[in-house]
RNA sequence: GGGCUCGUAGCUCAGUUGGUUAGAGCGCUACGUUGACAUCGUAGAGGUCACAGAUUCAAGUUCUGUCGGGCCCACCA
């Protein structure tokens, strides 16, 4: 069984065997797992990334922290569920594709038709899903590959159009007319964050629609006030009051309006003339003023970007033209007050940069507002509210929830159909006025189905559920199979970049779908930057794929330092030095395991890892206690998703415990293998969720069993804690390499040691051969619990203790030394006495942290008195 | 305009309910190393915890304000 391990850990000569091995194992399917039938479940799906290009390193920093999560809970026993899955990201796939096409070819997807469009996305999908695949299986990610789902799969459009039909059904999805941002280049509407800012240097122009009209009013755009039909002014505004809910004929540059004056609190007195002309098709909150005052609404622009019909000599000219032979009208008429040079924020189209129109449209919506029986007569709102409020869902870290909070408050309905060709299809169909909604084709002639498609947050919401088999596993409101199992789901980690669009969608989508919540807590990571702090993004080139970092450091190495000095909700740098470092990490862990295992004969590496061995000496003792508060409290923060100081307490241990102290004297004390073999076999558990691979790999050089599926160990309550003894032993040992090295002894030098000490003789004798032959090149040893000051000796006194080199010694170097020592304590002196002289002190504070500090003191005071006498002796 | 967040060593960042002389990694300096490990070891230098005030016996930690980074949302007539 036993296999030599190389000098130096491999990575990459180890990774993508151990990867198959766990894959073939079927462990990663839950349902392989042999668990009592009572076993608690524990889900997470994963956030689908976009097919619309490679993982990044922020993915990397997700799977890393899933694993971690996943992993830690399948070895804790749970029926861990971890499921896969990529995103069709509609919008943006669909882009990615057109732009390809037009660079590579120079043809528009109106060259190309529909069907011909499809087909070179689903081309592009492959190729991307494939490379996404084996990102994702290179970071070691224990996903259950055998429940993958895409959100455009066969049995998501299932369940889209289900949800969607249900939906229409309920009246929660509604058609209705709204301002949509419309690209007249693209000819299609764009989400609001799909808009981009752009700023320019435009004209803002005051003038009045006709001369007999009372007021002024200012804008960036005359041309649209062809489409006026009101002119608002703040209520509080003296000057304008008293026209408030008067109504005007104007005669507009030759065209007719109906104005009337209504007041709206949004509109600023001191912007301008504080009058605004009110165009509801052209505006956004226009529109909702219009809404507001039951105001008619005018087009003046079409898709085209072009004067609609029936404006005179405008009609038909583009929107730009339009604007100059208005403002040279108003000028003609004398109604020009003013023109100023203004910055403002131009909407682009963020693929064409194309200025955005805003129009009104018909479009399907989700009613965020209905009131439905099935939720208890509240809304989807009001739902997704309360659990956050009651704390059913919680956040880490906690002030997302605020957050959460804040936007579901100000949610408006949400309009989810799309203008574009790769997606969801709409289940509808329309004949005339009639609209048919269904999962197949109605019956009948003329019927033509709506070729919008839905928005891709509508079918990503529904992933928690979708996954699990709804609708087919959710019948008369009782769950089967996976989706009793596993929904609803424990943990939503993803970065807090989508808790808006995607988590809050997840929740209402899982109340309406089930009435229940989509997962209990919600963790959030930050954003890896660059090196430099920036964002990482495509178009600055400066993402950085995983795999490189794989190759260089291997995977855990990269995990590791995704993992650490990170904190949920805050952004990261990317850093290669820190992935070496932690390369370097795991090699000196790969080398704790060589020198065990191979100080260590075969028929020992069965010791159990969940019995603590007998221990035969102090350090035993201490080393046994420490793995044991290690077990503790990694549990502890694994459990509070306090990752980083999880792992920092598992390096703390590592390198400064088991390897710098445990090992060295493992060399000197014999018949220590099984407390080694347990101390490493609970090492490799406890670092497995992190450090998948390696850990891995040493284990299955001494175990015939999988890591991956070892049961977490149990903390114990009754050892002994021999911290204190193990301190003062380390310090002496310390105290005298420090000294010899100030005294520049030779190594090769013995030294006599004599130890003074009053309480702790026995620990000391008991210890004498560890301080003998731990690197401190003492010939012999003498413990004495009083005594008599040893003449030219080097003096070095660790708390309570003095030793006494005897050997060589600088008279004049070491009083020095001694000297900045006593000034130094003579200040900890007095800075203590001051603080205990402070009477709130000492009668307001607790007593432990009273009685610490005058014991505190009290050891200044003698070390002091210890090293006043030495100097004097000099 | 509304909200959030960050400011701790040269750099990158930890620091849970306030409580010993504030930590780590990298970098730097010096020394060392053929037997687990140079992907290493030992030691060292380096901090007014952005600034000001408040609460408290006690503040990196709580509160208020200021300055300086970053982010989100809304608006931009």
Redesign the pocket.
């Known amino acids: 069984m036993k296999k030599e ?1 190389e ?4 990575p990459g000569e180890n990774e993508d065997k151990i990867y198959q091995k766990w894959e073939k194992s079927g462990y990663f399917n839950p349902d392989n797992l042999n668990l009592p039938a009572d076993a608690k479940s524990y889900t997470i799906v994963l956030p689908p990334p976009n097919i619309t290009a490679k993982l990044h390193i922020g993915h990397s920093c997700m799977l890393a922290i899933e694993d971690l999560l996943i992993r830690y809970h399948r070895m804790a026993g749970y029926r861990t569920l971890w499921l896969p899955g990529t995103d069709h990201a509609a919008i943006a796939t669909q882009m990615a594709v057109e732009k390809k096409i037009f660079t590579e070819t120079g043809k528009t997807r109106h060259d190309l038709g529909r069907e011909k469009l499809l087909e070179e996305i689903w081309n592009f999908l492959y190729s991307t899903q494939a490379a996404i695949l084996h990102q994702t299986r290179k970071m070691g990610s224990s996903l259950d590959w055998s429940r993958e789902a895409f959100t455009l799969d066969k049995e998501r459009q299932r369940a889209v159009n289900r949800m969607f039909i249900d939906m229409y059904r309920e009246g929660v999805i509604y058609r209705g007319e709204r301002i949509v941002n419309w690209c007249p280049h693209c000819h299609s509407t764009l989400a ?2 799909e808009v981009e ?1 752009k700023e320019q240097h ?1 004209k ?2 005051t003038f009045k629609y006709s001369p007999e009209f009372p007021m002024a ?5 005359p041309e649209t006030k062809l489409g006026d039909t009101a002119v ?1 002014v ?1 209520p509080k505004d003296k000057r304008y009051q008293k026209y408030i809910g008067q109504e005007y004929q104007v005669n507009f540059c030759g065209q007719p309006l109906n104005i009337k004056i209504i007041a709206d609190r ?7 003339t ?4 009110v165009t509801p098709a052209h ?4 529109w ?1 003023m219009a809404e507001a005052n039951n105001l008619s609404i005018v087009k003046v622009i079409n898709e085209d970007g072009l004067i609609h019909q029936g404006f005179g000599k405008y009609s038909g000219l583009t929107a730009e033209a339009a604007r100059q032979l208005i403002i040279e009208e108003l000028k003609k008429q004398g109604l020009m007050e003013k023109e100023e040079d ?6 682009i189209c963020y693929r064409c940069d194309t200025p955005i129109e805003p129009l009104p449209s018909k479009q399907w919506f989700v009613s965020v507002d209905k009131k439905l029986a099935r939720l208890g007569g509240q809304s989807l709102k009001e739902k997704a509210l309360e659990a956050a409020q009651t704390r059913e869902i919680t956040f880490i ?1 906690e ?2 929830n ?2 959460y909070q ?2 579901m408050e ?1 949610l408006h309905d949400w309009c989810i159909s799309r203008q574009i060709w790769f997606g969801h299809e709409i289940p509808v169909w329309y004949r005339g006025e009639e609209i048919y909604c269904g999962e197949t084709a109605p019956t009948g002639d003329g019927w033509i189905k709506d070729d919008n498609t839905l928005d891709t947050w509508f079918s990503s919401g529904m992933w928690t559920f979708s996954t699990l088999g709804w609708p087919d596993n959710y019948q008369n409101g009782v769950k089967t199979g996976d989706l009793k199992k596993f929904h609803p789901t424990q943990v939503l980690e993803t970065g ?2 989508i ?3 995607w988590v809050s969608r997840m929740i209402m989508m899982s109340f309406f779908a089930l009435d229940e919540v989509p997962f209990s807590q919600v963790y959030l990571h ?2 890896i ?1 660059d ?5 990482m993004s495509k178009s600055k080139g400066n993402g950085v794929d995983p795999l490189d970092a794989i190759t260089e450091y291997g995977a855990d190495a990269l995990r590791l330092s995704l993992l ?4 949920p ?5 990317y ?1 290669t ?2 992935i ?9 862990l ?7 295992l ?2 260590t004969e075969e028929k020992y590496f069965s010791t159990p890892a969940d019995q603590v061995p007998a221990a035969q000496t102090l350090f035993d003792q201490w080393i046994l206690g420490e793995m044991n508060n290690l077990i503790k409290s990694v549990t ?1 923060r694994l459990e ?1 998703f ?1 990752f ?2 999880a792992a ?1 307490e598992l ?2 241990f590592t ?2 415990k ?3 102290w445990y ?2 004297v493992a ?1 000197v004390e014999k018949n220590k293998e099984e407390i080694l073999i347990y101390l490493l076999k609970n090492l490799l558990i406890l670092w497995h969720p992190f450090i998948p691979f390696v850990t891995e790999a040493i284990w299955e050089s001494f175990n015939d069993s999988l890591l991956m599926i070892t049961a977490w160990p149990q903390a114990t309550d009754n050892l002994e804690d021999r911290k204190m003894e193990v301190d003062l032993v380390k310090n002496i040992i ?1 105290a005298i ?2 000294a010899r ?2 005294h520049k002894i030779e ?1 090769a030098k013995k030294l006599t040691a004599v130890i003074y000490g009053h309480k702790l003789t026995k620990v000391l004798n008991d210890q004498a051969e560890i301080i003998k032959n731990l ?1 401190t090149g003492i010939e012999s040893l003498e413990i004495k619990e009083s005594g008599e000051d040893v003449e030219k000796a080097i003096i070095v006194p660790v708390g309570e203790i003095t030793i006494y080199l005897i050997g060589l010694i600088d008279e004049v170097k070491e009083k020095e030394r001694l000297l900045k020592e006593q000034a ?2 003579e200040k ?1 002196i007095d ?2 006495i001051q ?1 205990l002289n ?9 007593e ?3 009685t ?2 005058k014991e ?1 003191l009290n ?2 005071q003698q070390e002091l008195a210890k090293i006043t006498n030495i100097i004097t002796s000099l």
């Open positions: 391990l000098k130096a850990y491999n609001d964050d800012y435009g803002l122009y009013i200012s804008t960036t755009r608002a703040n949004k509109v600023e007195s001191d912007f301008g504080g009058a605004l002309g505006s956004m909150v226009d909702q203004l910055v403002n924020n131009l909407s870290p002030r997302f605020k957050r804040n936007w100000n807090y970049d808790l808006t669009l930050g954003t930057l090196e430099k702090g920036k964002k650490m000095g990170s904190t909700g805050n952004d990261t740098r850093s030095e820190k070496e470092a932690k390369r370097n990490f795991i090699n000196k790969w080398n704790i395991a060589r020198f065990i191979n100080s502890v509070n306090e980083s100081l920092e390096d703390e390198w400064n088991l390897a710098d090992l060295e060399k310390i390499r420090n090295s100030e190594p690197r130094n304590l900890l800075r203590q603080k402070n009477s709130d002190f000492v009668s307001r504070a607790p432990k942290i009273v610490a500090e505190k050891n200044y």
